[in-house]
């Protein structure tokens, strides 16, 4: 059996947690920040836990 390539799009993208949730940052942080609050910005810097509907397709692009 040939191994299986890992998507190297979502291995920059998700990380695997130790118990093998998929982990990624939150989006809407590059750009036209002026308008958006402190707090706002404060909470987009913090990973958060991919949407568990995902995850079958998901670990199927990242085997490794």
């Known amino acids: 059996m040939p191994k299986v390539k890992t998507s190297r799009a979502a291995a920059k993208r998700f990380k695997k947690t130790g118990t093998g949730k998929l982990?990624?940052?939150?989006?809407?942080?590059?750009?036209?920040?002026?308008?958006?609050?402190?707090?706002?910005k404060r909470n987009l810097r913090k990973s958060t836990v991919a949407v568990s509907s995902n995850a079958k397709v998901m670990k199927k692009i990242l085997p490794y």
Do not use: D, E, F, G
């Not at 750009?31 to 402190?38: A, E, F, G, P």
């Open 23 to 40: 982990k990624r940052m939150k989006a809407y942080k590059s750009h036209i920040l002026t308008k958006k609050s402190q707090k706002r």
